[in-house]
């Protein structure tokens, strides 16, 4: 706390804060970038960091209709004072540093406007003090850790990838050449994690139950059981089945407060049958990462949904969801899926790199934990790519993290303090010169 | 007060007379049909679904519906709160936090020479082929249908049904 080279990693994403210490290998905390407030209370609360490995979990909070307030929309940052009051409550509740006795790097989403960066670096200089700054983005770091992790593979010889990045607010596709993101080459699609869960929630409130104010459970439906379809009208057909026959059915059983505080899947065994359907000699991803086991009911008790509990079946709508980031036009937008944006993305690179781009594509972002991602961004990917080039798609070990430990590395780096603007360096030449030091 | 208390039915009858030359209105041109799409595309986006557009912005919409309504409406607010001095009011529109939109649009991207790459340039455009998948809006699976109403997709004379019972938008004011 009291050296001056600590160095504070922050990924300032728009639905998870990850935050920690340079030089170390996992970020100490991760924290949703939001503050609730239930209907209850009047007081906009922090919500709890998220459980990791080393911390236990502590009292959950009723996170039932709470209302959310985000710093970020649309992925830049439009509310400063918001972000000041989450910032504090980690560095001194959570983090427990000293700003003015640390350098920042912090993460900024490709294209922030100039408006954007000025109210950040007020943020950072003049609210915490910090002693010096650095701005990175987010494709040039994954790039960095996955070129140091596998220092044989080629994206680390060619010094060059397509990261791929499906987060929570949108989703990019940026090569990045000699730890440098090409920008004029990088595309993005206006859809990432929030607008699926809210998608989610639109379809299970007129369908089933009201949960249109219900975005902590509904991102928990999402995540435990929404999958990326590899044969959409195949899927669509074993799902009209009825019965056993229908391998998508699954049921998510909503809190009730009383026994339980926490919605969870009903059946996880039957929730996972759709992977029996991953017959095309593709990898298969592993099974057993879905938790909530506490009920193991009798076969026998497998009836219709049952009214007096608060639980609603899915069919359908688990695949079609993730769907959208392939098709959005099937939404209504004017995009393209994600194959054709990465197929741009490539082609407005120089002719020499589409080889070695299309074999190394890194998938990184909360939303590429979606079970078969990889294998359908494949399956998309391929009829658009030239014969002769090989496509690899390489999934990241740990997607939501990714940033964070590129992040980590630049920062234990020896000449990092140098790439560093420092405080006074801000206050003389102020904010839009300190920038061009970041080539963004 | 009185000129609304007094003949409820004339009232009532002068409204629905607008209502309907808006619904033919509304019938007649497809750009209703894009607006509904697009707000609900930016509804993709919200943080919370109901709570935060309470205020000003919906009292605003209703009253343009109808001239009447828009006077009694007036009346009521007076009568109801203080009218806010202009300071208070740039006061306030300057503490409130402003959408991403509105940033983007002022920092007047379009400005910038051709070559510089900006978020507008960064998207990754229109999709090359325009066949677009149309799913039930009721039950998910594939529609062939079209609500001739308002436009959204249908499967079968049973989701049509549910269709119309409960969100057939008629028409988009």
């Not at chain 1, 504070?8 to 503050?35: F, H, M, Q, R, Y």
């Not at chain 1, 959005?328 to 937008?333: I, K, N």
């Not at chain 2, 039930?136 to 959204?152: E, I, K, L």
Request: hydrophobic share 35%; aromatic share 8%.
């Amino acid at each position: 706390m009291s050296s001056t080279s600590t160095v504070v990693v922050l990924d300032n994403g728009g639905g998870l804060i990850k935050a920690g210490l340079g030089g170390e290998c996992d970020p100490s905390t991760i924290i949703p970038n939001c503050l609730y407030r239930s209907p209850a209370s009047k007081k906009w609360l922090h919500p709890n960091p998220l459980p990791t490995t080393t911390t236990t979990t502590t009292t959950e909070p009723d996170l039932t209709s709470a209302a959310v307030r985000r710093p970020i929309d649309r992925g830049y940052l439009i509310n400063p004072d918001l972000q000041r009051e989450i910032w504090s409550h980690l560095f001194s509740s959570i983090l427990h540093i000293n700003p003015s006795h640390s350098s920042l790097l912090l993460t900024e989403p490709l294209f922030t406007l100039p408006s954007i960066q000025r109210s950040l670096d007020e943020l950072v200089f003049e609210d915490f003090n910090f002693n010096s700054l650095y701005i990175a983005d987010s494709p040039s770091l994954v790039h960095l850790y996955e070129a140091s992790r596998r220092p044989d593979t080629l994206v680390s010889r060619a010094q060059c990838s397509l990261v791929v990045d499906c987060g929570f607010s949108f989703t990019h596709a940026s090569p990045v050449f000699q730890n440098f993101t090409l920008n004029y080459a990088a595309k993005r699609i206006d859809l990432g994690g929030k607008a699926l869960t809210n998608y989610l929630k639109e379809l299970v409130s007129f369908r089933a139950v009201n949960v249109m104010e219900e975005t902590f459970i509904m991102d928990d439906v999402k995540e435990k059981l929404c999958f990326v379809s590899l044969d959409v009208p195949r899927d669509l057909n074993i799902a009209r089945n009825r019965g056993k026959e229908n391998l998508f059915r699954s049921t998510y059983v909503l809190p009730d407060g009383i026994t339980h505080m926490k919605g969870f899947v009903k059946y996880p065994e039957q929730a996972r049958r759709y992977l029996s359907l991953a017959d095309d000699g593709l990898s298969r991803p592993p099974e057993g990462d879905m938790n909530c086991l506490e009920f193991a009911e009798h076969p026998a008790e497998r009836k219709a949904v049952d009214l007096t509990k608060n639980e609603f079946d899915l069919t359908n709508e688990r695949f079609l969801v993730p769907e959208m980031i392939f098709h959005p036009a099937d939404l209504g937008m004017n995009q393209a899926g994600l194959a054709e944006c990465i197929v741009r993305a490539i082609n407005s690179c120089h002719p020499h790199l589409h080889p070695v781009l299309y074999e190394s594509i890194i998938l990184t972002g909360g939303s590429t934990l979606f079970p078969q991602f990889a294998a359908r961004l494949e399956k998309e990917l391929r009829p658009l790519v030239p014969d002769d080039y090989n496509v690899k798609i390489t999934a990241q070990e740990d997607p939501i993290l990714g940033v964070w430990r590129g992040g980590s590395l630049l920062a234990a780096s020896p000449d990092f303090e140098e790439m560093c603007v420092t405080k006074s360096e801000y206050e003389e030449h102020g904010s839009a010169r300190c920038r061009k030091r970041f080539f963004h | 007060m009185e000129d609304d208390g007094s003949n409820p039915l004339r009232r009532m009858s002068s409204r629905t007379r607008k209502v309907a030359s808006k619904m033919v209105a509304a019938l007649s041109s497809s750009d209703n049909r894009t607006q509904a799409a697009l707000a609900r595309l930016d509804a993709l986006e919200n943080d919370n679904a109901g709570f935060e557009v309470t205020d000003a912005n919906n009292d605003d919409d209703e009253a343009s519906l109808d001239d009447e309504d828009q006077v009694y409406m007036q009346k009521k607010q007076s009568k109801g709160t203080k009218r806010k001095t202009r300071q208070a009011k740039a006061l306030e529109a300057r503490k409130a936090p402003r959408t991403f939109l509105e940033l983007l649009h002022e920092a007047n991207l379009e400005s910038l020479p051709a070559n510089v790459p900006t978020y507008w340039k960064a998207a990754v455009g229109p999709p090359s082929s325009t066949s677009r998948r149309h799913f039930c809006t009721v039950c998910g699976f594939s529609a062939n249908y079209t609500c001739v109403r308002c436009g959204m997709r249908f499967c079968s004379y049973r989701c049509q049904n549910v269709h119309n019972d409960t969100r057939c938008l008629k028409f988009v004011a």
